[in-house]
């Protein structure tokens, strides 16, 4: 692989690194890559910087990637990022298409302009195999799929869906642009193209597993050809037709996306989105105008607005040198903008997606902890307060399971569930994250009262685990735990016999502990049971600062911690206000 030494456009103050990468089996010359680097790069910045991947890199230019990308980032829209052009394969209509990555083969578009995507597999696996790995190993990346997305517009908007659907473990998040997605495998007629559409038989063949989200953008004066006769032009109905399917059955939606269909005039965190831009074309001039919604969708500092009770700042992709980047919300009560001189407590909450917006809950239904916090402030049966959602990820048991497992294997406790490699345990980096970078920023950015007393920490299931591990590992730090029907099956209740040993003091910590007695919940008496003896061994009085509580005939789900949520509120911000709303900090 070669270099050319970096060029600074001195309108955007971006450096673009050149690059010329080997492709053997795509072109017989090196490939073209330019990276654009932001400005204020540094080798050393922790926990790096986010990649955007864009198909047909020789477009850089025409679709004003470079000015584009520096304004936002100037104007503290998106995070600072690196943009990896990749100019196009020779042969563009052999290497941009689709491919099947489990048989190793592209799939083939016959066209009256010839076969399209004859090399596919071929440049999807130089992509994730070459270019990603070299990218990271030459550049301060974040070097995870969360932080990881691809672009493309047309034949390349196609080829980036594809790569992203087959590679989900490379890209996180993908854009696809007036994407070609009426290349079938039969065109005798427009019925045959209907039903023969690759990219939605690739969605409809494969198995569900987590995958990337996606951001699809059309123009609604691409074209004129309406093959099915409905009143919307082809572009516009292939790529409804990916996401929500024909007739509501099938596409992204069956495989369990939440899909929005318009994005442009309803901005929400639908894990696949169209976007459609009024006067639109299929040119870059269009693309151009498409950009900017891309990049605030794949890349912004500030995350759509939920459909909640109250004020939330929703903080998109939060980075860490822990863990995995993840949306972090912040719930403010009312009349914190009004009272300018008043600092809140502060509660911190796992799973912070299943909080606030049922639309975001996988069962659609939420905690509602916005619509308990302004209830109970309204009521006085709650002092104000700001909650902190943390969004899980994919990894989530590994970074809930507390590190207090001997031997290689960590049981679920879940039946049917397997267990997992006790080395894949993130809770102290998960930790570490919340202790050392998010609290800082919350601190820093909000009127809290930062200290122990005044920090809580809180959660269901495993994130009932996590909350107390959290208190165990930094007892100096939260001062109030809130466990909810806690898995203490996990590890084969490992956690019972090293919570008991490791407790905080009571004269300066409050625990929650409860649980139902049907489904997931009906496995959890015993190990209550024993862990309460633990604790009034260890000074703690029950109904004082400690609270274990069984709920009969409820249930291990949202609805039920959403019942009991009020109680739960109450106990961890329980404490005297005076009439000013400044009282003194607890020791």
């Known amino acids: 692989m070669s270099f050319v030494a970096p060029a600074t456009l001195a ?38 910087y986010p990649v955007l991947y864009v198909n047909d890199g020789q477009d850089l230019e025409a679709v004003d990637v470079q000015a584009t990308v520096s304004a936002l980032q100037r104007r503290g829209e998106i995070r600072p990022m690196l943009v990896v052009a990749i100019d196009m394969p020779p042969d563009r209509m052999a290497g941009y298409g689709l491919s099947d990555r489990a048989a190793g083969r592209s799939v083939i578009a016959p066209t009256k302009y010839g076969p399209v995507g004859t090399q596919a597999h071929a440049y999807s696996e130089w992509l994730v195999k070459t270019l990603v790995p070299a990218i990271d190993a030459r550049y301060n990346t974040r070097g995870d799929a969360a932080s990881r997305s691809l672009l493309g517009w047309s034949l390349g908007a196609l080829n980036a869906f594809s790569v992203g659907w087959q590679y989900p473990e490379t890209f996180g998040r993908v854009g696809a642009f007036s994407p070609s997605f009426w290349l079938s495998t039969r065109n005798e007629d427009a019925q045959a193209v209907q039903a023969s559409r690759i990219a939605h038989h690739l969605v409809e063949d494969s198995e569900w597993k ?18 099915d006769g409905d009143g919307l032009i082809d572009v516009i109905d292939d790529s409804r037709d990916l996401l ?39 040119n870059q001039q269009s693309w151009a105008r498409m950009l900017p919604a891309f990049l605030r969708w794949a890349n912004g500092v500030r995350a759509p607005a939920l459909d909640a009770t109250g004020r939330i700042e929703g903080w998109q992709d939060f980075a860490s040198r822990h863990v995995t980047a993840r949306d972090v919300d912040v719930w403010l009560p009312p009349g914190y903008h009004a009272h300018r001189d008043r600092r809140y407590p502060v509660i911190y909450m796992h799973d912070g997606q299943n909080l606030f917006d049922p639309a975001l809950v996988f069962n659609h239904t939420d905690w509602d902890i916005d619509g308990a916090m302004t209830s109970g402030i309204a009521s006085g049966a709650l002092p104000p307060a700001i909650i902190v959602g943390i969004a899980n990820t994919s990894r989530r048991f590994e970074e809930y399971m507390p590190a207090v497992v001997d031997g290689p294997r960590v049981t679920s406790g879940v039946p049917g569930r397997e267990s997992f490699a006790s080395a894949d345990i993130r809770s102290d980096a998960y930790l570490r994250f919340i202790v050392d970078e998010l609290k800082p920023f919350i601190d820093a950015q909000y009127r809290t009262r930062p200290g122990r007393a005044d920090t809580s920490i809180m959660g269901s299931s495993m994130g009932g685990l996590i909350s107390l591990y959290a208190m165990a590992r930094h007892p100096d730090v939260f001062g109030n735990a809130a466990a909810v029907s806690t898995h203490w099956p996990a590890g084969e209740g490992a956690m019972v016999d090293w ?31 024993k862990m309460d003896v633990q604790m009034q061994k260890g000074g703690f009085v029950e109904g004082a600062g400690w609270v274990s509580r069984v709920y009969p005939g409820t249930e291990h789900s949202e609805k039920a911690w959403r019942d009991r949520a009020g109680e739960i509120l109450a106990f961890l911000l329980s404490r005297k206000v005076n009439a000013a709303g400044v009282d003194p900090p607890r020791p």
Do not use: C
């Open 210 to 227: 987590p995958r990337p989200r996606f951001f699809l953008a059309v123009g609604d004066a691409e074209e004129t050809d309406d093959r």
């Open 499 to 529: 919570f008991a040993h490791h407790l905080p003091s009571a004269d300066t910590h409050r625990i929650w502990m409860d649980h139902g007695t049907e489904t997931l919940d009906a496995r959890y008496a015993p190990y209550q049971q």
């Open 11 to 48: 309108d955007t103050r971006t450096a673009i690194q050149t690059l010329h990468v080997p492709a053997p089996g795509l072109s017989s010359a090196p490939l073209r890559v330019r990276v654009l680097l932001p400005a204020g790069y540094r080798r050393d910045a922790r926990p790096g």
């Open 244 to 282: 929500q399917g024909v007739d509501g059955k099938g596409g992204l939606r069956a495989k369990g996306y939440w899909i929005n269909l318009d994005f442009a005039a309803q901005p929400d965190r639908a894990f696949a989105v169209l976007y459609r831009l009024p006067g639109g074309q299929h």
